[in-house]
């Protein structure tokens, strides 16, 4: 069995262990006030008028508090044997779904409802929860605060909450299990039941600082909006009609006559001053080796990747053009969902890869606006850009840019306080001495150069 296994086993099964820290802690001030107050006093002392008063007081504080943490504990303890016994006989269990909503203007954050039915709330104490994904991991615990009323009725009949979910990386997430806890008023005790829980969920991408590019479609579809340059239409070979009276004979499709005798003809390819979307590519392709895009530097990469991808994608949306995101990557996303809602999804699912490079990806003809990133090849951006004119947009994501911080400032806070906790700011720590950042920095320096001697029109983000 390999360590991260056994460190998975061990964390799972101590879940079950219904001591925290504040068990310990409390039991240290406990055994310090009484001490304190049942001490006997030394006969040679002279006791000021005062103090018995204050010893008695504190002694019917301690006791009041006392019988408040033991109730809250018991109370704690009936709870969560009504749940297990509930649980086995009404065979319930943790419901949980997922929204997106948007905090302080920045759209896409991720929140978790939860509900747990036939519940029975600890006196002055509390029910939480936690998620088990992926390969074994877990999210930090959410409480179920309010009080789902029955119908017509003043009875309770679940519990649930919201909370905000963070996680480390812009992606699909599985579902493979959960925890219910029962805890009393001062933390002292926890009480776990496991629950079976399966499903999937997203972390969709959120807006970051955005750059608005003139862009106008290259590819009409409907006869909607004017514009000033004319445009080419689908034609020859690809759009048919009927024949009709005036049609050169020579455009006949004889071949689909000869299957249902129906007589139709070739649309000749022409130019057409109405244009109506806008088509918007991204490319996740990474010239670089395989064994480094599971570290943590390009993991955080990605993440700051998807979330401008996302921004320039929103930011196209406000146009009055419709906008149509072309995948890179085949990805299945359920068909009820907006445009909007699919392209965040394949956003957030897609990753670096190998297998097609931009210039197999991006179609110069009919594409109006390409993101790429800093692990694009420069030579295949140069030969894609001998293909592309003005009227292209070109977004160069500087992938770097997630490790900025004020260097001597982080060091310090690493020094005096506690060593940051979350991936980015571990490496955020490392990333001047790593030899990543030389390179990254060099073709980010090679690609904007390329992007600057062409015709396109581009940004860097």
Same mark, same amino acid.
């Given at each position: 069995?390999?360590? !991260?296994?056994?460190? #998975?086993?061990?964390?799972?099964?101590?879940?079950?262990?219904?001591?925290?820290?504040?068990?310990?802690?409390?039991?240290?001030?406990? &055994?310090?006030?009484?001490?304190?107050?049942?001490?006997?006093?030394?006969?040679? $002392?002279?006791? +000021?008028? *005062?103090?018995?008063?204050?010893?008695?007081?504190?002694?019917?504080?301690?006791?009041?508090?006392?019988?408040?943490?033991?109730?809250?504990?018991?109370?704690?303890?009936?709870?969560?044997?009504?749940?297990?016994?509930?649980?086995?006989?009404?065979?319930?269990?943790? %419901?949980?779904?997922?929204?997106?909503?948007?905090? %302080?203007?920045?759209?896409?954050?991720? /929140?978790?409802?939860?509900?747990?039915?036939?519940?029975?709330?600890?006196?002055?104490?509390?029910?939480?929860?936690?998620?088990? &994904?992926?390969?074994?991991?877990?999210?930090?615990?959410?409480?179920?605060?309010?009080?789902?009323?029955?119908?017509?009725?003043?009875?309770?009949?679940?519990?649930?909450?919201?909370? !905000?979910?963070?996680?480390?990386?812009?992606?699909?997430?599985?579902?493979?299990?959960?925890?219910?806890? /029962?805890?009393?008023? =001062?933390?002292?005790?926890?009480?776990?039941?496991?629950?079976?829980?399966?499903?999937? /969920?997203?972390?969709?991408?959120?807006?970051?600082?955005?750059?608005?590019?003139?862009?106008?479609?290259?590819? @009409?579809?409907?006869?909607?909006?004017?514009?000033? %340059?004319?445009?080419?239409?689908?034609?020859?070979?690809?759009?048919?009609?009927?024949?009709?009276?005036?049609?050169?004979?020579?455009?006949?499709?004889?071949?689909?006559?000869?299957?249902?005798?129906?007589?139709?003809?070739?649309?000749?390819?022409?130019?057409?001053?109405?244009?109506?979307?806008?088509?918007?590519?991204?490319? /996740?392709?990474?010239? *670089?080796?395989?064994?480094?895009?599971?570290?943590?530097?390009?993991?955080?990469?990605?993440?700051?990747?998807?979330?401008?991808?996302? @921004?320039?994608? $929103? *930011?196209?949306?406000?146009?009055?053009?419709?906008?149509?995101?072309?995948?890179?990557?085949?990805?299945?996303?359920?068909?009820?969902? +907006?445009?909007?809602?699919?392209?965040?999804?394949?956003?957030?699912?897609?990753?670096?890869?190998?297998?097609?490079?931009?210039? %197999?990806?991006?179609?110069?003809?009919?594409?109006?606006?390409?993101?790429?990133?800093?692990?694009?090849?420069?030579?295949?951006?140069?030969?894609?850009?001998?293909?592309?004119?003005?009227?292209?947009?070109?977004?160069?994501?500087?992938?770097?840019?997630?490790?900025?911080?004020?260097?001597?400032?982080? #060091? =310090?806070?690493?020094?005096?306080?506690?060593?940051?906790?979350? !991936?980015?700011?571990?490496?955020? *720590?490392?990333?001047?001495?790593?030899?990543?950042?030389?390179?990254?920095?060099? !073709?980010?320096?090679?690609?904007?150069?390329?992007?600057?001697?062409?015709?396109?029109?581009?940004?860097?983000?």
């Amino acid at each position: 069995m390999k360590w !991260r296994q056994i460190k #998975w086993y061990i964390r799972y099964y101590a879940q079950y262990f219904p001591f925290t820290i504040n068990t310990l802690l409390c039991g240290v001030a406990v &055994y310090i006030s009484f001490r304190l107050l049942y001490q006997p006093l030394v006969t040679n $002392d002279d006791p +000021t008028a *005062t103090r018995p008063f204050l010893i008695l007081m504190g002694k019917i504080a301690l006791w009041f508090v006392t019988g408040l943490v033991v109730l809250s504990i018991v109370s704690t303890f009936v709870s969560w044997l009504y749940y297990l016994w509930i649980r086995k006989k009404n065979n319930i269990s943790l %419901q949980v779904n997922f929204t997106t909503e948007s905090i %302080q203007g920045k759209k896409n954050k991720l /929140f978790l409802n939860a509900l747990l039915e036939g519940v029975q709330r600890p006196l002055l104490g509390f029910v939480k929860g936690r998620l088990i &994904y992926d390969d074994h991991n877990m999210t930090g615990k959410f409480s179920l605060l309010s009080n789902k009323r029955k119908e017509k009725s003043i009875l309770r009949a679940a519990i649930a909450g919201k909370s !905000r979910i963070e996680l480390p990386d812009v992606r699909e997430y599985q579902l493979k299990g959960s925890f219910v806890y /029962f805890e009393d008023m =001062l933390h002292l005790f926890s009480f776990a039941a496991s629950q079976p829980l399966a499903g999937s /969920f997203y972390q969709p991408p959120v807006l970051a600082k955005d750059e608005d590019k003139d862009v106008y479609p290259k590819q @009409t579809e409907s006869m909607d909006v004017r514009i000033e %340059q004319l445009r080419r239409v689908e034609g020859e070979y690809h759009n048919y009609k009927d024949f009709e009276s005036g049609d050169d004979v020579r455009r006949i499709v004889w071949k689909v006559y000869a299957k249902n005798r129906d007589l139709v003809v070739r649309v000749p390819e022409m130019f057409e001053p109405y244009a109506s979307h806008l088509y918007f590519y991204a490319s /996740f392709y990474a010239a *670089t080796r395989r064994q480094w895009l599971s570290e943590g530097y390009f993991k955080e990469m990605l993440n700051y990747y998807k979330n401008s991808v996302w @921004t320039v994608y $929103d *930011t196209l949306s406000k146009k009055e053009w419709a906008l149509r995101y072309i995948p890179e990557q085949e990805l299945h996303v359920p068909e009820h969902l +907006t445009e909007a809602e699919k392209s965040a999804r394949i956003i957030s699912n897609s990753d670096w890869q190998h297998d097609r490079s931009p210039l %197999q990806y991006f179609n110069a003809r009919k594409g109006a606006v390409l993101c790429i990133s800093s692990l694009t090849d420069v030579g295949e951006l140069q030969s894609l850009l001998s293909q592309c004119d003005a009227t292209t947009v070109i977004y160069l994501v500087k992938v770097s840019n997630v490790f900025k911080h004020f260097v001597a400032w982080n #060091w =310090l806070k690493r020094l005096i306080f506690l060593p940051p906790k979350d !991936r980015l700011n571990r490496l955020r *720590t490392k990333w001047v001495f790593s030899p990543t950042r030389l390179q990254i920095q060099k !073709r980010e320096k090679e690609l904007e150069k390329a992007l600057k001697e062409s015709e396109v029109t581009y940004g860097v983000l």
